[in-house]
């Protein structure tokens, strides 16, 4: 469809390797600075001068799909709804819009993500699939449960079969400035991951201040995030622009200083095909062609899967469809 790698194909890029994490290094990010109006003008690029239309758009959006962490967490989440959210996650997009697509198989979510309580019965369902579980962790949202009852919870989420953990910073010690505490308590996570890969969760919209985001960006890779991202989807303000090109500047600097590769995730208040495409351009602009993969991207959502097959049915057969059309679970 165009220089995006088709469904089914053998990726061309090398597998990541986990991140190890450095020392606590101050001197990478104490003394930074971040020009607010710069980045907001910056992001405000993004949407405003770039579009993709056509068989392009519809490439882009299937390369979307497969980088998103289908997500439920809610106080009423049961097995069955799970069960349900992991059916649509391995079949995202109905056969005859596949088929017009001309895609080589259906494509699959890049995981889904859940509460670990909810891991076994997600597990369960997406068995055979290839499609990883994700689960919340660390006292999701809050952050503010005692450190081995955080610990512990990673540990469960494990043992029931999770393969990817998102855990949540204690949003005070980067308020206070209190790196060392941070470091240590994300480096204690990342040990108690094992061989699941974690996310870090910044609440950015709890940070106050972009200068913020990037030094606690930068801390939680020290520590051995094997991604950082936005938001719990729980704040006031979730993902926005301004904070990922944060966010990914920052990354890229620890790229350039250790030649590890990390993954970003936004997360919260992203719902339409038209913020998948906002935010895979600034990643194919700023990181460049490999952060395309599940491997490197996800974004954390659950309704935006719908309005992404929409778009899909309207590209195949030229008409819009009710959102209602595009059941999700």
Excluded at 173 to 178: C, E, G, M
Excluded at 267 to 291: F, P, Q, S, V, Y
């Amino acid at each position: 469809m165009n220089e995006l790698r088709p469904v089914g194909a053998a990726s061309r890029f090398a597998p990541v390797a986990r991140n190890p994490g450095t020392p606590l290094t101050l001197e990478w990010f104490e003394d930074v600075q971040v020009n607010l109006s710069a980045a907001e003008r910056r992001a405000a690029t993004i949407p405003a001068r770039r579009s993709v239309k056509k068989n392009y758009q519809a490439a882009w959006l299937v390369k979307a799909l497969q980088c998103i962490d289908l997500t439920t967490l809610a106080g009423d989440d049961t097995p069955g709804r799970v069960h349900r959210l992991c059916a649509k996650a391995r079949r995202p997009l109905r056969d005859d819009i596949v088929v017009a697509l001309d895609l080589s198989e259906m494509p699959t979510v890049g995981a889904v993500c859940v509460y670990p309580s909810m891991v076994p019965p997600a597990v369960k369902a997406l068995e055979g699939s290839g499609i990883p579980v994700a689960s919340v962790a660390t006292g999701f949202p809050a952050g503010l449960t005692p450190l081995p009852q955080r610990l512990a919870e990673i540990r469960y989420a494990v043992d029931q079969g999770a393969k990817e953990i998102d855990i949540v910073i204690h949003r005070a010690q980067v308020l206070l400035q209190d790196w060392a505490a941070l470091y240590d308590e994300i480096a204690a996570m990342r040990e108690a991951c094992g061989d699941a890969h974690m996310k870090a969760i910044l609440a950015t919209g709890d940070l106050k201040t972009l200068r913020n985001v990037y030094k606690a960006s930068m801390v939680a890779m020290q520590a051995g995030a094997d991604f950082i991202k936005t938001s719990t989807g729980k704040e006031d303000v979730n993902a926005t622009l301004p904070v990922s090109l944060t966010m990914v500047r920052a990354l890229r600097d620890y790229g350039e200083l250790t030649g590890h590769e990390i993954g970003f995730k936004p997360a919260g208040g992203l719902k339409t095909a038209k913020d998948a495409m906002n935010w895979l351009i600034l990643m194919k602009e700023e990181l460049g062609r490999r952060w395309l993969e599940p491997d490197l991207f996800r974004i954390g959502a659950s309704s935006m899967l719908a309005d992404i097959e929409r778009q899909l049915e309207h590209h195949v057969t030229g008409r819009y469809a009710a959102a209602s059309h595009q059941p999700l679970a």
